[in-house]
């Protein structure tokens, strides 16, 4: 690729509104291209706006000796208390210029895209020339991700922090240099290194400030053994034989204020089995009774709070006897 005189950026940023294709296009498309779709036309967007990205031959310059597939991602995590692996080679400053200047060109021509459908539905068309874009950017994220993967342990250790668990400074300082290789301006002629280094130890020092703070709020660390146990559980359950025994025996006394067909109702509505502790058959819903007995649902309502208000003030005679 030609060297290129890169001229004032701007920080562009975009709030997609783009609606996902119809489903007859969509069904043209495999389940993991349908999900980065729904990826870029949810979520914001930015990109290093450079002045020359609108020239007529902006395209065929950013995509000079680009394949149209997707680079293959890196899938595992390295391996830090390894000292032995095999660095990452070093891109020179022109190198690096080159491939922000790409990638942010390919993140300009997704804005593009995602603009000129804002509020209305993708096409065809449209939306493979949207996965292609994505594609290629996404590409050259890992590319330059996995090129200074080893900033990360460097300030990790430089901090010199220490009673944090080494994996979470990791985990932090990684999200720290995915967000400074999405607004890194490489007009500003400065090496990558410079601008990520700072970020990922602010980030870190961040997070640790953030622990902190929790811990003085909850000072006790996880602990399986400490977890919520199943008393309450089996207390309620204990709870609910004992009340069921009870409504049960209730609905047996014949002493009781309830009409034959008030106790039938109950039977019905609740699954009640006079007899037997357990129901014998689901409960039914307010229209299944009226069904079998014939009436509205708003009179199988009234019957059934009718005899329920009788039952409570059956239960309140036994705990406040008169």
């Not at 459908?117 to 096409?123: I, N």
């Not at 300082?173 to 601008?195: E, Q, V």
């Not at 708003?298 to 009718?306: C, D, G, L, M, S």
Request: hydrophobic share 40%; aromatic share 8%; with cysteine.
């Amino acid at each position: 690729m030609a060297e290129r005189i890169v001229k004032p950026s701007e920080l562009r940023k975009l709030e997609p509104t783009a609606a996902m294709p119809s489903g007859a296009v969509l069904r043209r498309f495999s389940a993991s291209e349908a999900q980065r779709l729904r990826k870029l036309v949810t979520e914001p967007l930015e990109c290093v706006y450079v002045p020359g990205f609108d020239d007529k031959g902006a395209e065929a310059l950013y995509l000079e000796n680009v394949s149209d597939g997707p680079r293959p991602r890196y899938t595992e995590v390295p391996d830090y208390s390894r000292r032995t692996d095999k660095p990452h080679r070093n891109l020179k400053l022109s190198e690096e210029a080159q491939l922000f200047l790409r990638f942010n060109y390919f993140r300009h021509r997704v804005m593009l895209i995602l603009n000129e459908f804002a509020a209305r539905r993708l096409t065809l068309t449209a939306t493979r020339d949207l996965l292609r874009w994505g594609i290629l950017a996404e590409a050259l994220r890992d590319q330059i991700a996995e090129a200074n993967l080893g900033l990360v342990p460097t300030m990790v250790e430089r901090s010199r922090i220490t009673g944090v668990d080494f994996g979470d400074l990791i985990s932090e300082g990684h999200l720290a240099l995915l967000r400074s290789i999405d607004k890194f301006d490489c007009a500003r002629g400065f090496k990558f290194s410079t601008y990520a280094c700072r970020a990922i130890l602010t980030a870190i020092t961040r997070a640790v400030a953030l622990m902190a703070r929790y811990r003085s709020r909850f000072p006790t660390d996880y602990d399986p053994d400490l977890q919520k146990g199943d008393f309450v559980e089996l207390a309620r359950v204990d709870l609910e034989d004992d009340r069921l025994e009870e409504l049960c025996h209730l609905l047996r006394d014949k002493d009781l204020d309830l009409t034959r067909t008030e106790r039938k109702i109950l039977n019905e509505r609740f699954g009640l089995r006079v007899g037997t502790r357990r129901a014998e058959r689901p409960a039914k819903t307010l229209r299944q009774v009226a069904e079998s007995f014939g009436v509205t649902k708003e009179r199988v309502r009234q019957i059934q709070n009718k005899a329920l208000r009788k039952l409570r003030g059956e239960l309140d005679k036994k705990v406040v006897p008169g």
